[in-house]
């Protein structure tokens, strides 16, 4: 398996831990670090070389609950404009983020910190990608009006302005309320998602 297969494969074994851990935190029921590594089919040792405690999976494991869901999201959106869909993609992770912003901080937190103490040379995601599926699909109707390089780039540039660390920007470092950061955001999302469209000759 070459590096790019190990990595996805990576990914992959972490996504399906905070599944297990989700569908457990669902049943009802408060698992260990090992009852979480049954149920996604890895060891106790796989387990722990992800999420260095059962605190930090299920830290995480509530985030991805409350996360909207593409799909649902974008089931009654009868709008294919692409600055209305990822506004409404921002909207939706602004209010999880505002409603979960103690978790999220402290999950941003190890993150960082798992980074520093690994150094570059770690094989380990440090985070779940959880916004890049929201904002394809808020993308999506409108793909063909975008060069695949820069549908990509375009993707890729929206995920710095939508999550967590966008809030850490606008309340620590800006000192903005809630309501001047929705319209900044906005106004990116418009600038953004209009600047990459291709051009008409």
Not at 26 to 34: I, S, V, Y
Not at 65 to 88: G, H, T
Not at 147 to 162: G, T, V, Y
Not at 173 to 194: F, G, M, N, P, S
């Amino acid at each position: 398996m070459g590096k790019a297969g190990r990595s996805n494969q990576r990914r992959r074994t972490r996504k399906d831990l905070l599944e297990a851990a989700t569908r457990l935190i669902k049943q009802g029921r408060q698992p260990a670090l090992e009852d979480v590594a049954a149920e996604a089919l890895v060891s106790r040792a796989t387990a722990y070389r992800y999420f260095p405690s059962i605190d930090a999976l299920l830290l995480e494991a509530s985030i991805d609950i409350a996360v909207p869901d593409p799909q649902e999201l974008f089931a009654d959106e009868s709008s294919a404009d692409p600055v209305v869909r990822v506004a409404r993609a921002d909207d939706a992770l602004h209010d999880m983020i505002l409603a979960n912003e103690a978790p999220l901080r402290a999950m941003l937190a190890q993150s960082i910190d798992r980074r520093t103490k690994a150094g570059e040379d770690s094989d380990l995601p440090a985070r779940q990608n959880r916004r890049t599926p929201l904002i394809e699909a808020a993308l999506e109707p409108a793909r063909g009006r975008y060069d695949p390089e820069e549908f990509d780039r375009l993707a890729k540039s929206l995920a710095i302005i939508l999550g967590p660390e966008a809030m850490v920007v606008c309340k620590d470092v800006l000192q903005i309320d809630d309501a001047e950061a929705r319209e900044v955001k906005r106004w990116a999302i418009k600038t953004l998602v209009t600047a990459a469209q291709k051009r008409e000759h």
